[in-house]
Nanobody, 116 residues
């Protein structure tokens, strides 16, 4: 069974930094893309950043220049370095992975809280 194991997150003051990590564990998954989504209270889940194993990234406009996504194909892992955090970045952040057959998995979510 494939699982996404997340770590990182927590409470930080505005302007601070946090790093999220996520790795695929369990059965072979043949990852095609991995990424991070977030959901704030009362809002829909939205894409934050995504990276493809063959290269290429995309970011939400709201985080461009502040967040950086990177991946380790050998470990089936993805990282999100978040800098210059703002209170509006407060949300539950979810790791997502999709394989080449279109099957996807979600992590359990990790809370990021940015205080003003």
């Amino acid at each position: 069974q494939v699982q996404l194991v997340e770590s990182g997150g927590g409470l930080v003051q505005a302007g601070g930094s946090l790093r999220l990590s996520c790795a695929v564990s369990g059965s072979i998954f043949d990852v095609a893309t991995m990424g991070w989504y977030r959901q704030a209270p009362g809002k829909q889940r939205e894409l934050v950043a995504r990276i493809a194993t063959v290269g290429g990234t995309n970011y939400a406009d709201s985080v461009k220049g502040r967040f950086t996504i990177s991946g380790d194909n050998a470990k089936n892992a993805v990282y999100l370095q978040m800098s210059s955090l703002k209170p509006e970045d407060t949300a539950v952040y979810y790791c997502h992975a999709a394989n080449r057959r279109g099957v996807d998995r979600w992590g359990q979510g990790t809370q990021v809280t940015v205080s003003s």
